[in-house]
């Protein structure tokens, strides 16, 4: 008890006087995020990272960096403009009804193997061609990509580090800057996004508020939100039998039948809910194209 | 309160009353928020009905009926309307959303209440920023990543082109009975 205490007060006199960034990351390094002591560091760091509202274009920039490292990593869109373009207006349409809709989005259907969906700060979103396997209609697309949009929306990943602030802090960010000093608190941030993205995951809690917020916008839109649970329970089978998990949405998301079952209650307060539409024929017509 | 003097306490009383409850049903009446981008005002409970006028994220509207999944709203300005269920929140938006925090579309979108498609217009411009190019040149990333990526943020989506395909799925405010798309 003590320890943590003294834990506590050390964090937030370190943090109003030196507001470091590079602090809070150093000690949630070496700390492991399961113990007491990793969890007092984690919520403090996010309550300092809220605290401070990042500008768009800073966000844009990070997201950008973001999308690159995707790319190189999970591979190229695949090359159908039919479905690029299919994707991108069941995800604008869903946008329009999210938690921000006053913001660009942009989707793409990498050539990835790996079963993933992931978005980056400023509104690019992506879904792996593998992941397609996996779905049987329009509404359950519109379920994964919602999911994406909400991480967007509630800024989740730039509310999960603090360097993006250091960004931000010194002035606004300029194509000069990024060959200084700025361009490396950039790359140190993209780094660090990355392998939270890409290899750890974000916080259970933020999974649990953008599958939430996906039932809502989907619902809004007019697609069935049973649909998006019908998804994780395809995957749950799947990943049974998975044996490389991964980069997947099994290894960057928390369990699945946590998830399945708060949206099943979730579901409870959308008694219309059956009524809205799946939209299979159009789903069928593009993706067998890929 | 002249003119209430010499009339007898009853209808003192009476009219007192009669001017609370007017005050309590006013107060009463339930107030909504745009929530959706593209939102607009319809003369009729139906998505192919004329427009009354263009909603921005963030509007508040009084709610006069409700019709299923269509909402007769009264907006500040005073124009009366239909407006699909789903694109209105019972609480009100962030500043930050309600105001649209992209600096290349929102603020002008914002003060001169320019229409949607000038929006699209100003979305579709997207490319790589010269922060990004200077970020691939500093990482080394392939000229192949580049140009996907180029591509992607070019693409353009406009708020027509989602109306479209919504009509053509029959989803959302374009519903039929079924409300099942095709």
Same mark, same amino acid.
């Given at each position: ?7 506590? #007060? ?7 006087v ?11 390094? #070496?700390?492991?995020?399961d113990s007491?002591? +990793?969890k007092?560091i984690?919520g403090?760091?996010q309550?300092?990272?809220g605290?401070?509202?990042?500008d768009?274009?800073?966000e ?14 999970f591979?190229n869109?695949v090359?159908n ?8 207006? #069941?995800?604008?349409?869903l ?6 809709p ?8 990498l050539?990835s193997p790996?079963?993933?969906a992931?978005?980056?700060?400023? +509104? #690019?979103?992506?879904?792996s061609r593998?992941?397609f ?7 359950e ?11 967007v929306?509630a800024?989740?990943?730039?509310k999960s ?10 002035g606004a960010?300029?194509?000069?800057s990024?060959?200084?000093e700025?361009?490396k608190k ?5 780094g660090?996004?990355?392998?939270m ?8 809690d ?14 809004r839109?007019?697609y069935?939100?049973a ?14 039998t998975?044996?490389?998990?991964? +980069?997947?949405?099994?290894s ?9 079952a708060?949206?099943?209650?979730k579901?409870?307060?959308y ?12 789903f069928?017509?593009?993706v067998k194209?890929? | ?7 007898p306490?009853?209808i003192?009383?009476g009219m ?6 007017c005050a &309590?049903?006013?107060?009463?009446e339930?107030? %909504?928020?745009?929530? &959706? ?16 006028v ?10 006069v009926?409700t019709?299923?999944?269509?909402? @007769?709203? %009264?907006?500040?300005?005073g124009?009366t309307?239909w ?5 209105l ?13 992209d ?7 914002? @003060?001169?209440q ?11 411009? %997207? ?6 190019v ?7 990333? &392939?000229?192949?990543c ?9 693409? @353009? ?9 919504l009509?053509?799925?029959k989803?959302g ?10």
């Amino acid at each position: 008890m003590k320890k943590l205490l003294f834990l506590t #007060v050390t964090l937030v006199l370190c943090s109003s006087v030196f507001a470091s960034a590079d602090f809070f990351d150093t000690i949630q390094s #070496v700390v492991s995020p399961d113990s007491k002591e +990793g969890k007092i560091i984690a919520g403090a760091s996010q309550m300092l990272a809220g605290s401070k509202d990042i500008d768009y274009k800073t966000e844009r920039t990070i997201g950008e960096g973001l999308a690159l490292e995707g790319l190189t990593r999970f591979g190229n869109p695949v090359k159908n403009d039919q479905l690029q373009q299919y994707v991108n207006l #069941v995800g604008n349409a869903l946008a329009a009804n999210s938690k921000r809709p006053t913001i660009p989005y942009s989707f793409a259907v990498l050539d990835s193997p790996v079963q993933n969906a992931f978005a980056v700060p400023g +509104g #690019v979103i992506f879904v792996s061609r593998a992941l397609f396997t996996v779905l049987e209609n329009e509404a359950e697309l519109a379920g994964v990509l919602a999911h994406e949009i909400g991480h967007v929306a509630a800024k989740h990943a730039l509310k999960s580090t603090q360097r993006a602030q250091m960004i931000q802090g010194a002035g606004a960010i300029t194509a000069a800057s990024v060959g200084g000093e700025k361009g490396k608190k950039l790359a140190d941030t993209v780094g660090n996004l990355q392998t939270m993205l890409f290899d750890k995951g974000l916080d259970k809690d933020m999974e649990f508020e953008a599958d939430l917020a996906a039932m809502e916008t989907v619902y809004r839109t007019g697609y069935d939100p049973a649909a998006f649970i019908k998804v994780l329970e395809k995957l749950q089978k799947l990943e049974a039998t998975s044996k490389d998990k991964n +980069g997947s949405w099994f290894s960057t998301h928390p369990p699945l039948a946590e998830r399945i079952a708060r949206l099943k209650a979730k579901l409870a307060t959308y008694p219309d809910y059956s009524t809205q539409a799946h939209v299979d024929g159009r789903f069928q017509k593009y993706v067998k194209m890929k | 309160m002249r003119l209430m003097r010499g009339l007898p306490m009853g209808i003192k009383m009476g009219m007192c009353a009669v001017v609370l409850l007017c005050a &309590s049903i006013a107060c009463a009446e339930e107030k %909504r928020w745009v929530a &959706s981008d593209g939102t607009s005002l319809k003369v009729e409970a139906s998505a192919t009905s004329e427009n009354v006028v263009d909603l921005l994220v963030g509007t508040e509207v009084s709610v006069v009926e409700t019709g299923g999944r269509w909402v @007769k709203v %009264r907006t500040e300005a005073g124009a009366t309307g239909w407006v699909y269920a789903g694109r209105l929140a019972e609480t009100r938006p962030s500043a930050e959303v309600a105001g649209t925090d992209d600096p290349l579309f929102g603020e002008s979108m914002k @003060k001169s209440q320019i229409t949607t498609a000038k929006a699209d217009s100003a979305r579709s411009i %997207r490319g790589l920023s010269p922060e990004t190019v200077s970020y691939a040149k500093s990482r080394g990333t &392939s000229e192949t990543c580049k140009k996907s990526l180029e591509k992607i943020l070019g693409r @353009k989506v406009s708020a027509m082109d989602v109306r479209s395909f919504l009509k053509e799925g029959k989803i959302g405010e374009y519903a039929q009975n079924t409300g099942r798309g095709k």
